[in-house]
């Protein structure tokens, strides 16, 4: 809910109030897992519910802004690809664990998405004065933000194109090894990655995003 009241903001350009209450969201984010264990409280259904509800809010934010900047063809495109970047990155993680092998590892993820565009918002305001102070050009006004989702961009997907490849490539040795290890089977590459019954841990309260 607070990640879409800040994509409501986002998207009139309230900047400021924007910030607070997306930090108040991730800061809710980043807490839920520690509440759920300290509860006793971890299952099956509440890590689905808390990773969907990280998608929705990424999306609320990254939405807004694509609102918001929806005038400049530029920005705009950056913004959607951004979203992609974001959403692509945590299928990667999703993917991996579906086929139970060990998630890739990889750069701008969920937390240093948060970071990237919660400090990006906040930034942007006292800037925006600034650059009205030194008569700079109207659109250098967003400038931290529009730092912010070209970084997520760029460098999420990247992120996410070197981790599905090298989630291909674990996948295949796996079905190779499998393959091996059972000479007279036929080669069945869908059977060997079905994944077992899941049996939740505490310290897998959450989708690794």
């Known amino acids: 809910m607070l990640g879409a009241v800040a994509g409501v903001l986002l998207s009139l350009g309230f900047f400021g109030l924007a910030g607070l209450v997306m930090i108040v969201a991730s800061l809710g984010d980043a807490l839920d897992g520690l509440v759920a264990r300290r509860s006793g409280t971890v299952s099956v259904a509440g890590a689905l519910l808390d990773a969907s509800g990280d998608r929705y809010q990424e999306f609320f934010f990254l939405g807004g802004l694509a609102v918001f900047f929806r005038t400049s063809p530029v920005a705009l495109v950056a913004t959607l690809l951004a979203l992609a970047g974001a959403f692509m990155v945590s299928y990667g993680s999703a993917k ?102 899941l049996r939740l841990k505490a310290s897998d309260h959450t989708a690794r995003s």
Request: overall charge positive.
């Open 96 to 197: 991996a664990e579906a086929f139970g092998v060990p998630v890739p590892p990889g750069i701008m993820r969920r937390a240093e998405r948060a970071v990237c565009l919660c400090l990006a918002t906040v930034l942007t305001v006292p800037w925006s004065w600034f650059a009205s102070g030194a008569a700079l050009p109207a659109w250098s006004s967003e400038l931290p933000i529009l730092i912010a989702i070209t970084l997520i961009a760029v460098v999420g997907n990247v992120s996410a194109v070197r981790r599905l490849w090298t989630l291909g490539r674990t996948v295949r040795a796996r079905a190779g090894d499998a393959s091996r290890a059972k000479p007279n089977a036929p080669h069945r590459p869908d059977t060997y990655l079905a994944p077992e019954p």
